[in-house]
């Protein structure tokens, strides 16, 4: 039996039963809310990284993007290329439909993040992966071996997660910032990554 099979596609399955709840419950506001300019998910953590590693001229790509939102409001940030990648086909059209709402140039593509491999190497400054991601992730080793692979040099990872991934790395993921705040993304110290490429390998 081949395991990992069964384990992409019960995890796709999943989230696109998710994306059916999402596309009932939220998305005509977020299509509203997109709509306005100034329209961002950045948190004030967020926000205050991005002013110190800023976004503008970066070619960045974001793991389990999810309906979007968050790669939206990466261009907003003046990113040059913009890629999101969802395991989700049905979260996927939600992200399309609402690039297209917010009039951003964004490529978004449906793929097991483990079967993007080779197809864009050294292709990225910044490897962008927020709250509820990495837990999905059958091989973190991997994942980062393949991450290393896809970042141009002095490229960056930014992982902005919750528990329990926080307390299971190791120690070699110094954070650039590392605080409590009040947020929904952020319920321990040391969500905040911003790593040197030369950190992963
Ligand atoms: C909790 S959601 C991320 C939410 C995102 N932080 C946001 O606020 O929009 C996790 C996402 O990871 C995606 N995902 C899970 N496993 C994946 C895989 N192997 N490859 C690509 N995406 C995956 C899911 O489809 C889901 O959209």
New binding site residues.
Partial sequence: MNTKIDY?EI?RSM?NLTAEINKKEGLDQLLSAIKNPEFSSFDAVEKELFARFPLNGKDVLQ??C??G??LCSVKRADASRCVG????DS?IEQARVLARHAELDIEFIC????DLKNHCQRSFDLVYI????LG??PNLPRLLALIHSWLKPNGQLFIYEQHPIPGSVDVCFAPALSRKTASHKACDEGNNWLLPRNITQ
Avoid: K, L, P
């Fill in positions: 992409t995890n989230w793991i389990g999810n309906s939102q968050e990648v969802d395991i989700s979260f793929s097991d993040i483990f927020t709250v509820g991601v999905w992730m």
